[in-house]
């Protein structure tokens, strides 16, 4: 079978939510590129959650609701992220990230994601996934660098 070929009797769980304690290295001043952010300095950011971190945990999210179909030496890489980024949440609290699986378009798989705080929503959009071998998207990678 190939890399986009799930075993017979392996199935994507259809929604797997994850919870995250915001830490002080999750807030959008520690995790945003130097030099992107507003201000005279341009480089302010808030202390509260940052976007980035919540994108890295919608693709734990989706990539733990596909690990059924994983074989050995597969993962899964993301390849489309769509997000709104609507609340802020400050240090210290819980976030619930949640993928859906919405199915397979061709050899992608496709999610819809929400996160929520304990004052309600602050993040949602769509991600898709695709299954790749480890190694060979590694060769792919390091082609890419010009020696």
């Given at each position: 079978?190939?890399?986009?070929?799930p075993a017979p009797s392996?199935?994507?769980?259809?929604?797997?939510?994850?919870s995250h304690v915001v830490r002080d290295t999750d807030l959008a001043d520690r995790v945003a590129a130097t030099g992107t952010g507003g201000g005279p300095e341009h480089n302010v950011f808030p202390?509260?959650?940052?976007?980035?971190?919540?994108?890295?945990?919608?693709?734990?999210?989706?990539?733990?609701?596909m690990e059924p179909i994983l074989k050995p030496g597969e993962?899964?890489?993301?390849?489309?992220?769509r997000v709104e980024h609507i609340a802020p949440t400050p240090l210290g609290?819980?976030?619930?990230?949640?993928?859906?699986?919405?199915?397979?378009?061709?050899?992608?798989?496709?999610?819809?994601?929400i996160a929520a705080d304990d004052?309600?929503?602050?993040f949602r959009g769509q991600h898709i996934r695709a299954v790749v071998e480890a190694q060979r998207l590694e060769k792919g990678a390091a082609r890419r660098l010009r020696i």
């Open positions: 079978m190939s890399a986009s070929s392996a199935t994507i769980r259809p929604e797997v939510t994850i202390r509260t959650l940052g976007t980035a971190r919540l994108i890295s945990l919608m693709e734990l999210a989706a990539a733990r609701a993962l899964t890489a993301g390849i489309v992220v609290g819980t976030v619930r990230m949640t993928a859906r699986y919405l199915g397979r378009e061709g050899k992608h798989h496709r999610f819809e994601v004052a309600g929503e602050i």
